[in-house]
């Protein structure tokens, strides 16, 4: 899922992600909430109105940046009462008031209030976290129930297993979601500044307890190898912001490695970032052109290899579909990972 945080996805056009493949994007609640506001996208006619995209969104709860971004955030058992980091305006909002206002939004996929801790936090504090985590799901699900049955909306609701670094801790939240019944359910706070080799062992105690007949979802990651290690564990969605973010910083993504376009051998390049590439950006300009456009400053560099990095990423995980579908994924994911890790020594020499 492209990541959309402000109701965009930062320098592409609508038009440009439904070339790429995209089936469905992001927006993020924290974000909307306090600028334009939810009230106004409402009085808009949502969300999909509002900002013109035709297929479905999906919106986090806005905790794990109700965290991270806000100067101040105290956890209450009603709620989260935060400052905005754009204003330093005072907010409270609970798990009930998160529905509401993706309701409001009019989300297809929409998600409970819940605390993203950080890495290293003592096994401690993840515990009382947990406890006050599955309070608000269960309370989440509780509004959103009522706001089926009775208002007539229509969303899907996903919980979010969260646990800290502790494996234990992460089966015991699965379990617990599990009986709560959630339409599908999200794996938070990984990649979150811990070893790769972490992330998975925690992935292969957390997605077995899941249940297969459900969609699940691994918030936050996007890296290539592993996206490959998720799905091989039976995750079915993702959303990173490293398509756009690091094709706004000159790196662009191709089977072969990374190329760093800044980089001065590419000063006379005139082939396409990916010769197989069907994106626009391949289809229509060169390697020199789109470093020129960098190293001069210019906008359009971001965003035509942020279009060429969406549209990589969306087919990759295309391909992975039908490699599971073909019954040859574990092939197919040792040829790419050769490919990628291959070109990635050689294209060290970009700078």
């Known amino acids: 899922m492209p990541v959309g945080t402000q109701a965009t996805v930062k320098t592409i056009s609508n038009q440009e992600l439904l070339d790429a493949g995209a089936q469905i994007i992001l927006s993020n609640t924290y974000h909307v909430y306090l600028r334009p506001g939810e009230k106004l996208i409402e009085e808009a006619g949502g969300l999909h109105k509002f900002m013109s995209w035709p297929k479905p969104i999906l919106t986090d709860s806005g905790g794990f940046q109700i965290f991270s971004l806000s100067n101040f955030n105290k956890i209450k058992n009603d709620g989260v009462e935060f400052r905005s980091h754009r204003d330093g305006s005072k907010h409270f909002l609970t798990p009930e008031d998160v529905i509401r206002?993706?309701?409001?939004?009019?989300?297809?996929?929409?998600?409970?209030?819940?605390?993203?801790?950080?890495?290293?936090?003592?096994?401690?504090?993840?515990?009382?976290?947990?406890?006050?985590?599955?309070?608000w799901a269960e309370r989440c699900r509780k509004a959103w129930t009522r706001d089926i049955q009775e208002n007539g909306k229509k969303s899907i609701l996903f919980g979010i297993v969260q646990g800290g670094m502790h494996a234990d801790l992460r089966k015991i939240s699965a379990k617990t979601l599990v009986d709560m019944d959630f339409p599908g359910y999200s794996i938070g706070g990984l990649s979150v500044g811990e070893p790769n080799e972490l992330m998975y062992e925690i992935l292969?105690?957390?997605?077995?307890?899941?249940?297969?007949?459900?969609?699940?979802?691994?918030?936050?990651?996007?890296?290539?190898?592993?996206?490959?290690?998720?799905?091989?564990?039976?995750?079915?969605?993702?959303?990173?912001?490293?398509?756009?973010?690091?094709?706004?910083?000159?790196?662009?993504?191709?089977?072969?490695?990374?190329?760093?376009?800044?980089?001065?051998?590419?000063?006379?390049?005139?082939?396409?970032?990916?010769?197989?590439?069907?994106?626009?950006?391949?289809?229509?300009?060169?390697?020199?052109?789109?470093?020129?456009?960098?190293?001069?400053?210019?906008?359009?560099?971001?965003?035509?290899?942020?279009?060429?990095?969406?549209?990589?990423?969306?087919?990759?995980?295309?391909?992975?579909?039908?490699?599971?579908?073909?019954?040859?994924?574990?092939?197919?994911?040792?040829?790419?990972?050769?490919?990628?890790?291959?070109?990635?020594?050689?294209?060290?020499?970009?700078?």
């Open 101 to 135: 206002i993706q309701h409001s939004l009019g989300s297809d996929i929409i998600m409970p209030l819940d605390e993203c801790v950080k890495h290293g936090a003592e096994r401690e504090y993840v515990e009382q976290s947990l406890k006050v985590t599955h309070a």
């Open 204 to 351: 292969n105690e957390t997605v077995p307890e899941l249940p297969e007949n459900k969609p699940r979802y691994l918030m936050g990651v996007g890296m290539p190898m592993d996206l490959f290690e998720a799905v091989s564990q039976g995750v079915d969605m993702f959303d990173c912001v490293v398509p756009t973010r690091n094709g706004r910083n000159a790196t662009v993504f191709t089977p072969n490695g990374t190329l760093l376009l800044r980089g001065a051998s590419y000063i006379r390049d005139f082939r396409p970032i990916d010769e197989k590439c069907p994106c626009y950006t391949c289809r229509t300009y060169t390697r020199a052109y789109i470093r020129h456009l960098f190293n001069a400053e210019e906008y359009l560099g971001g965003r035509l290899a942020s279009l060429h990095n969406l549209t990589f990423f969306i087919q990759l995980l295309e391909s992975m579909r039908r490699a599971i579908e073909e019954n040859r994924f574990v092939q197919f994911r040792q040829e790419f990972t050769t490919s990628f890790l291959s070109g990635a020594k050689i294209n060290k020499g970009d700078v």
